[in-house]
T-cell receptor, first 111, second 115 residues
């Protein structure tokens, strides 16, 4: 059975700090790993990673995948209160063609 | 608004009633997915369609759950004889692409409360 484990499950930091969110996975026939941000309702897409070692970057957010060690990290630098959200990691693969999600990391940025 | 649209946004129903939710995907997307999300958990995959064909339904939670996408555009998810354990957020997502996976875009969800 496909599995995604995220850590930490919750994190409280101060504005301006840098955070690293972790995602490890087990999946047959891996295709891709995706990161989403969920504030209130709809998860919004951040990154899709398919190749090891290639960093994807968008503003203060970046992510990288290690397919040998089966994990990914999401970095957020110079955090702002608007970064407060649940960050979801998901993998695509296996037989079902849907995404398998982790429980998410609940990130709280204090002013 | 050209994003994924779900209706209703909230639904309160009595145990034993049937409910139906609608999802309108992004218009050029040929793939449509249904997920369920409970408190403190990530979304859980239920089923998906490529155009009008339902290609995966083994993950539907029980035979009380069914989904349709009759003309390859909007989709409906029906839950018959609702139970309190069905209370959750039901999310729809859509994507464009063939056998390989591309990023999916989610709707705002329908929050179901069974009383």
């Amino acid at each position: 059975e496909d599995k995604v484990v995220q850590s930490p499950l919750s994190l409280v930091v101060h504005e301006g700090d840098t955070v690293t969110l972790n995602c490890s996975y087990e999946v047959t026939n891996f295709r891709s790993l995706l990161w989403y941000k969920q504030e209130k309702k709809a998860p919004t897409f951040l990154f899709m990673l398919t190749s090891s070692g290639i960093e994807k970057k968008s503003g203060r957010l970046s992510s990288i995948l290690d397919k040998k060690e089966l994990f990914s990290i999401l970095n957020i630098t110079a955090t702002q209160t608007g970064d407060s959200a649940i960050y979801l990691c998901a993998v695509s693969g296996g037989g079902a063609d849907g995404l398998t999600f982790g429980k998410g990391t609940h990130l709280i940025i204090q002013p | 608004d050209t994003g994924v649209s779900q209706d209703p946004r909230h639904k309160i129903t009595k145990r034993g009633q049937n409910v139906t939710f609608r999802c309108d995907p992004i218009s050029e997307h040929n793939r449509l997915y249904w997920y369920r999300q409970t408190l403190g958990q990530g979304p859980e995959f239920l089923t998906y369609f490529q155009n009008e064909a339902q290609l995966e339904k083994s993950r539907l939670l029980s035979d009380r759950f069914s989904a349709e996408r009759p003309k390859g555009s909007f989709s409906t998810l029906e839950i018959q004889r609702t139970e309190q354990g069905d209370s959750a957020m039901y999310l729809c997502a859509s994507s464009f692409g063939g056998p390989g996976y591309t990023e999916a875009f989610f709707g705002q969800g329908t929050r179901l409360t069974v009383v």
